[in-house]
């Protein structure tokens, strides 16, 4: 399996543990269908919530461990450009994880184009060619958004004619306080572009029996070292490291028992891929757990993000030894498609535990919830065929077109987008008008 991966803030310190208070979590076995249970005690659902399309299964079905992973659901053009999974969950924060894999399901060896949003925001695009190593093992991704709306709706557009294919789908609702969200705020989705775990291998939900309770996983940090980073060194901890799964974050206590450091004198150095449009927010991970360091000054280091000195770390000055410590920064302005993450030492040596780096995307506008309701009824009084795609929001993502025979703009603030006119001349419907259209202000209709 693959992985797909302001100014400076203050410090954040763990609080007092309390015990996990959120309990919605959806795992979806798409084209799957039976509830199943794998390896690691997770429950999977049957496919279900889906608006159209049909199941598949990948050509080597061996060469993929998990069950969820075997199965598909692909959206054929006779469903419509547009199609989604819509859950109804109740509104807070989420986890969403997906995971696509192609594997030649449909004997065409061709790796269909097509687009994925989240809640009406553009999140992902997929262009044939895959990689191959992608194509035939699939690739997870996931990101943080909020839901307001008591739907989580997750979306997929065809590129000219190519069917998109998902494998599994997950919902896992967690802290509405974590990432930083008082500061960032609820307009952003955070799109993962690389969750590191130093000195350990990939483990998290999905790949070990580690717990996340937020249904993270994480990977290996070595292939996003740089070269500059010599004299590597893993550390791991023989003692119990405090201050982890706490909230509001609930980062697992594996992610500070595993460390990289260096010997002579060198710096650490990373090197990760992003889209130079977006602004990122880096979330760093620390522990110190070599037990040579026993007093503040001992190790002190630099944190510098594209050649800009950002902070001064000093472990065991902010939380002593054996306990996890956490920093974020969020960078603007970028001018390449690589971020360079810079451990520069003063005293001692380096160390790092754990590295996060989310694409801060912002969130499209969306339709305005009644009129999202008087279309919904539309559909259903005219009986919309589903190759006309009325899925998901009638005019959002604003990159894609709206659903067929429907024109959107922005309202008078410009806070959302409303339907202006409707054009089914053409299309041979059969039904009545709901009265819900009332809610259709301004409305021009064609029939």
Known sequence: MSLIILLSLPFFLFSSSLSYPFDTVYRI???????????FNATWLSDRFFTGGATGLVSEPLNFPSLQEKTLRFFPISSGKKNCYVVNVPNGRYFIRTFVVYDNYDGKLHSPSFDLSVEGTLVMSWRSPWPEEVSRKGAYSDLFTFIA?????????????DPPVIGSLEIVRVDPLSYDSASIGDAFILVNYGRLSCGDSQWGPGFSNDTDLFGRSWQSDAQFRSQNSRGVKALSSLNNV?????????FPKRLYETAITVVGGGVLEYELQVDAKLDYLLWFHFAEIDTSVTKSGQRVFDVSINEENVSRIDIFKEVGSFHGLSWHYVVKNLSSTVLTVKLVPVVGAPIISGLENYALVPADLSTVPDQVIAMRALKESLRVPGRMGWNGDPCAPTEWDTWEGVTCH???NGSALVVSQIDLGSQGLKGFISDQISMLSNLELKF
Do not use: H, W
């Open 29 to 39: 076995d798409c084209g799957g269908t039976t509830n199943s249970t794998d390896k």
């Open 149 to 161: 709306d008591g739907e989580a709706d997750v979306c997929f557009y065809s590129i000219a004619t």
């Open 242 to 250: 405090l201050g982890a799964d706490q909230q509001p974050n609930y």
């Open 410 to 412: 922005p309202n008078k």
